[in-house]
């Protein structure tokens, strides 16, 4: 099975979280005429990456109306989506996290992130899990931006079935670090990763963009200019997850009882 998966990159407007979902629906259009099924957008995308002191203002249910309206323009554009946003949850914490909403605009997962970047710790408490789901005939999983340096991640994710992996990432590292992490990633557990960064700043770290689509060899199908907004398109196929676990069944030669 064969999907078309598009990553968009952008500056988030630092706190608007009304400009921020304005462009991420311009993604959306703009992934939806390249005829992509999937739009992968970066972390915290929905109210910029934020200062410890801001993160509760710009905090969001996972069931509130932000995200409904964007599952509103998933359903019209008929495109799933996923991106980053800080949660807030009933009981008053906030978590850096992934939606994942279907084309027919349902929010059908929510990733919390597990390994919190240093500033993201004064702010947010940590999920507990990668869990695997079910969207677009295929399993897929998400994790975000610091948790792609932690082989365990995708690891989990893979041997739960999932075969692509979405990322959403505001990176303050080198844009090579960010490369070879996905690269490796995918290279690990023979899946497609699907990357996108955000572009803008943080202070004085800038986030470079280069958002990247790479398949289970660790190849690079498609990867976006640096500090340029837009799209990259590339092809998810589910035969060459097959052919190459076919070919290096790592997941099943696999000896957890050494690694202890």
Not at 215 to 226: E, I, K, N, W
Request: contains cysteine; positive net charge.
């Amino acid at each position: 099975m064969k999907l078309k998966i598009a990553c968009g990159q952008f500056a988030p407007v630092s706190g608007d979280i009304a400009r921020n979902a304005a462009l991420m629906r311009s993604l959306a259009a703009d992934a939806a005429g390249a005829r992509a099924c999937l739009l992968v957008l970066p972390e915290l995308c929905l109210c910029g990456y934020p200062a410890p002191g801001e993160a509760r203002s710009r905090a969001v249910r996972a069931e509130g109306p932000e995200i409904a309206r964007l599952g509103d323009c998933a359903r019209e554009k008929g495109i799933a989506m996923a991106f980053g946003f800080a949660e807030s949850t009933p009981g008053g914490a906030l978590h850096n996290s992934m939606a994942f909403i279907d084309s027919g605009g349902r929010l059908a997962a929510v990733y919390r992130k597990v390994h919190l970047w240093t500033t993201e710790k004064a702010w947010a408490e940590p999920g507990g899990s990668f869990d695997a789901f079910d969207a677009l005939g295929q399993r897929l999983g998400m994790w975000a931006c610091y948790d792609s340096r932690f082989p365990e991640a995708a690891r989990r994710l893979a041997r739960a079935g999932a075969t692509l992996a979405l990322v959403g990432s505001a990176w303050f590292g080198p844009a090579e670090e960010w490369e070879l992490a996905l690269r490796s990633r995918a290279l690990d557990n023979g899946i497609f990763v699907a990357g996108a960064a955000a572009l803008g700043s943080f202070g004085k770290a800038p986030f470079r963009g280069e958002s990247l689509v790479v398949d289970p060899h660790g190849t690079v199908l498609a990867r976006a200019r640096r500090r340029k907004q837009g799209i990259i398109t590339a092809d998810y196929d589910f035969a060459a997850v097959e052919a190459f676990r076919s070919r290096l069944p790592l997941l099943a030669d696999l000896r957890p009882d050494c690694y202890a």
